[in-house]
């Protein structure tokens, strides 16, 4: 699909393409080999959510039609009115999984090659497995093979959506992960963990939280959440 088969029913292509080469531009002055499209998308979506509700929203088996509003404080994390996450968090709507999850409608092809043709320079999508791929082997080799990423399914004794189940989580290698629940307790929960600093360093430059510093620990697991991270 062309970008121009990709954007025909909306106002704004003109627009997109301006931003989508500023982004370009700018990457190539400082001097970057690899670019990427500035998490441009054919939508011209509110609040600057692209990384978030571009996925769920063209997805098959997720009614986009009807969203629900995600508090702001849910997570844990609370903001003042005003405060620009707080009015961040509370736009935020997320469909809701009503059947079988597919691709559905995503054009990220189509976004790669409306890319590419602005640029002499490679446009990669992702970066968090490159740079993980670049680190000596006795460390990133605790990442793979990898245990598990899209999986439709509630969180284990809570019947919450898991967030697996919304394509924004990955499990790593079982082998060097550590689980709370997998280790015999009584009382307090004595915390272990065996994944590298050097891949949680990488997870966390680019948005994800760990489940290695949760009190209920999961090392394995990573979400991309950039909103949580950047509240600290």
Not at 27 to 51: M, P, Y
Not at 160 to 177: C, F, K, M, Q, R
Not at 188 to 208: L, Q
């Amino acid at each position: 699909m062309t970008s121009e088969r990709a954007m025909v029913s909306r106002r704004f292509r003109e627009q997109y393409e301006d931003a989508l080469t500023c982004y370009l531009r700018d990457q190539e002055l400082a001097g970057l080999d690899i670019v990427t499209d500035g998490d441009c998308r054919f939508d011209d979506d509110v609040g600057g959510q692209s990384w978030t509700a571009y996925p769920p929203n063209h997805m098959s088996g997720l009614d986009a039609q009807h969203p629900v509003a995600t508090p702001a404080g849910r997570g844990g994390i609370w903001f003042p009115r005003g405060h620009i996450l707080h009015d961040y968090l509370e736009s935020r709507v997320m469909p809701v999984i009503s059947g079988p999850v597919g691709r559905g409608n995503l054009q990220y092809t189509a976004m790669w090659k409306a890319a590419q043709r602005f640029t002499t320079r490679p446009v990669k999508f992702g970066a968090v497995s490159a740079e993980i791929d670049a680190l000596p082997d006795k460390i990133k080799r605790s990442a793979y093979p990898i245990a598990g990423t899209y999986n439709c399914r509630a969180i284990a004794d809570t019947g919450e959506p898991s967030p697996h189940g919304y394509g924004i989580a990955i499990d790593l290698n079982t082998a060097v992960s550590d689980y709370w629940y997998w280790r015999p307790h009584e009382g307090a929960i004595v915390y272990r963990n065996r994944m590298p600093e050097e891949i949680v360093a990488i997870f966390e430059k680019h948005g994800f939280i760990w489940g290695g510093k949760w009190y209920h620990f999961d090392t394995m697991h990573f979400e991309f959440r950039p909103e949580l991270l950047a509240a600290k």
